[in-house]
């Protein structure tokens, strides 16, 4: 079989712990790559998934590539790390719970990520003893409630007993084709790494999808942010060696001269350095999640991960004003908004086509924590200059004085008088017309001169402030 000339489509296996993701992976996989399914020890030992694993099987013309992640709450950033690789979703839930929390999590996850194409698996009919048409049927109002809308494709399956699968399998391919993927095999090479280890006799060996260009033997590509750098002396697609592969393709690369104690998941492999930068500080536009339910602060705590890697920072919700970046707190009622990130530790940023995760891994893993997806905007070396409003608080001393309205309070001295001269006053005042006297005291305007005003009135200034945030 040549493998490189089938068509790859990666597909991430997404459900709550427990629901059976690993199990339909075992029974639909032909291939099993070396990061295949719970090849990590410690799966073994916790009986749980904790790493991505990669598994495949043959479609028709398709290369199916099926990416487990974690359904475990507290490993959710791992599971986030395949979303940028993945082309649509199975979501597994157990037909005896129906859909848990981390399913709506992990829902929301792909969602966040323009990710529209998904199939649900109702597994573990063989015991389950209730109407399995009125659970499909109860699958379908809960997916009402989401984007996906009640039409999804549903599937009841056994993993245990190997059934329902032939049904799954022609789901799959009548999703498969009605994919609209369009593959940048041409330009930089960019294959962010997911796993990386040294065979003995062979020599280091990096795993990784490839997002753009064409691979071939013999070229060199460098890690980053690590800096070091390699040529390619093998080129395998699920244990069949090849000469070249391309976009969405994923691959095994042997290559030598790299330092493997340098790099880790969250590297990319490129042979362009110039496509990415080293950086601290970002401008995003945030598609905010509908559900997530907590107010964004100014500086708010986040979780931000890019492609395979998730690294903790703070987010700066501002909006427009006069070509000012005014603070705010946003909320899902919020259509999206503007922000800047400060990273916690410089982190490698694609310059173009970048999409991240944004979540709040610190809140309990009971409500849904994936705060939405936010796109680059711009790459800052240092804090961009912000505004905020301050607002000062006065009272009126003499509202019939034969000068105008006096105002006191609103600063101290004649000479921040001076300074405040108009400035514009909140409702239903205009703004400062004059000073008064030499203790700060000022003249001010008012929008309806028959308004019946009293001595004690309060009188609001707001100014705009500027300020620069410091990094974290």
Not at 21 to 41: F, Q, Y
Not at 104 to 115: D, K, R, Y
Not at 335 to 347: D, L, R, S, T, W
Request: aromatic letters at 8%.
């Amino acid at each position: 079989m040549e493998i490189e000339k089938k068509i790859p489509i990666h597909i991430g296996l997404f459900g709550h712990i427990d629901s059976g993701k690993t199990a339909i992976a075992e029974v639909l996989s032909e291939i099993i790559s070396t990061a295949g399914i719970d090849a990590h020890p410690q799966s073994k030992e916790r009986g749980i998934t904790i790493d991505l694993g990669f598994t495949s099987f043959i479609l028709d013309k398709y290369l199916i590539t099926l990416v487990d992640g974690p359904g475990h709450a507290d490993l959710i950033k791992i599971s986030a790390s395949s979303v940028e690789i993945i082309d649509c979703a199975l979501i597994v839930i157990d037909i005896n719970k129906g859909p848990q929390v981390q399913t709506g999590e992990h829902l929301i996850m792909i969602e966040s990520l323009n990710i529209h194409n998904i199939i649900i698996i109702l597994n573990k009919i063989d015991i389950f003893f209730g109407s399995i048409e009125n659970e499909i049927q109860k699958t379908r109002e809960f997916f009402n409630s989401t984007s996906f809308g009640q039409n999804v494709p549903i599937f009841t399956v056994s993993a245990k007993k190997k059934i329902g699968f032939e049904k799954l399998k022609n789901g799959i391919l009548e999703t498969v084709k009605s994919l609209k993927i369009e593959r940048s095999t041409k330009g930089d090479i960019i294959i962010p790494i997911d796993h990386h280890f040294s065979i003995k006799g062979v020599g280091v060996i990096l795993t990784g999808t490839i997002l753009n260009g064409t691979l071939n033997t013999n070229q060199i590509l460098e890690i980053l942010p690590v800096k070091t750098s390699g040529r390619v002396k093998g080129i395998q697609i699920f244990h069949q060696n090849v000469d070249f592969a391309k976009a969405g393709d994923r691959v095994g690369i042997n290559i030598k001269g790299v330092e493997l104690k340098k790099i880790f998941r969250g590297c990319y492999a490129t042979n362009n350095p110039k496509a990415f930068e080293f950086c601290d500080i970002i401008e995003v536009k945030v598609t905010i999640n509908k559900l997530f339910k907590p107010k964004t602060s100014f500086g708010t705590q986040i979780h931000i991960t890019i492609g395979m890697f998730t690294t903790t920072g703070r987010i700066y919700p501002y909006y427009d004003l006069d070509e000012k970046r005014i603070q705010t707190t946003v909320s899902n009622k919020d259509q999206g908004f503007k922000a800047i990130i400060f990273f916690k530790e410089k982190v490698l940023i694609r310059k173009k086509n970048n999409m991240m995760l944004l979540s709040r891994l610190d809140l309990t893993p009971t409500s849904l924590r994936i705060l939405g997806s936010a796109e680059l905007l711009k790459i800052w070396q240092e804090s961009p200059l912000f505004y905020k409003h301050k607002t000062k608080k006065g009272t009126i001393k003499n509202p019939d004085h034969p000068q105008g309205i006096v105002c006191t309070g609103l600063v101290k001295s004649v000479n921040g008088a001076k300074k405040i001269v108009g400035k514009k006053l909140e409702p239903p005042f205009t703004s400062v017309l004059d000073t008064f006297g030499t203790k700060g005291a000022v003249i001010i305007g008012i929008e309806n001169k028959e308004k019946m005003i009293e001595k004690g009135d309060p009188v609001f200034l707001k100014e705009l402030r500027s300020f620069y945030v410091k990094n974290i």
